[in-house]
């Protein structure tokens, strides 16, 4: 059974900084892709970052580029987003998901078969 764990949302203020981090387990972490997506009330979930099963490729949502820095750990079976310079307009739940792909990165949301629970990230003005 697949299960992704987030954790590290939280309470920010406009400027700060958070990590969030997303434990994966009951697959072979290093063949699936992982991506990070938002969902912001009263708005549909979008992309934030993504990162191949070896790490070695990245994308980025253009409003977070130079922002947030998406990586992983598959010694640990985890990945991270990285939120520096946060905004009011970057609060929303945050979702980790993973995509069975051994090579590249994905950016749509519905090549994603499991997901997390989500985190909860507030930016205060």
């Known amino acids: 059974q697949v299960q992704l764990v987030e954790s590290g949302g939280g309470l920010v203020q406009a400027g700060g900084s958070l990590r969030l981090s997303c434990a994966a387990s009951?697959?072979?972490?290093?063949?699936?892709?992982m991506g990070w997506f938002r969902q912001a009330p009263g708005k549909e979930r979008e992309f934030v970052a993504a990162?191949?099963?070896?790490?070695?490729?990245?994308a980025y949502q253009d409003s977070v580029k130079f922002r947030f820095t998406i990586s992983r750990e598959n010694t640990k079976n985890t990945v991270y987003l990285q939120m520096n310079s946060l905004k009011p307009e970057d609060t929303a739940v945050y979702y980790c998901a993973a995509c069975f792909l051994p090579i590249g990165v994905q950016k749509l949301s519905y090549a994603y078969k499991y997901w997390g629970q989500g985190t909860q990230v507030t930016v205060s003005s």
């Open positions: 990162i191949s099963g070896s790490g070695s490729s990245t």
């Open positions: 009951g697959l072979t972490f290093s063949n699936y892709a």
